[in-house]
């Protein structure tokens, strides 16, 4: 990955995993990557990482198992008519 020099990093990776998200490679209820393998995906530290998943569940896209994971949120059904 090319990195923006004036994008933080974890901004880039969190845009990577939400695109993902959106386009179905983590489809709801999935599990994402941990913070080892963003780390090995992207080669950041894991602090970077971190912050990623925790921006992930902030913004409402993931939640946290503890001890299990983070997985994608699952979407709110539309109310039938």
Do not use: C, H, K, N
Not at 3 to 12: G, T
Not at 40 to 60: N, P, S, Y
Request: aromatic letters at 8%.
């Amino acid at each position: 990955m090319e990195w923006e020099p004036d994008v933080p990093r974890w901004r880039q990776i969190f845009a990577v995993v939400e695109e993902r998200i959106a386009d179905g490679t983590y489809p709801p209820g999935s599990q994402l990557p941990g913070v080892l393998a963003l780390q090995a995906e992207f080669g950041v530290a894991q602090m970077t990482a971190r912050r990623v998943l925790t921006e992930l569940r902030a913004a409402g896209l993931a939640q946290m198992q503890p001890g299990v994971g983070t997985f994608v949120t699952e979407l709110p059904q539309p109310p039938s008519s």
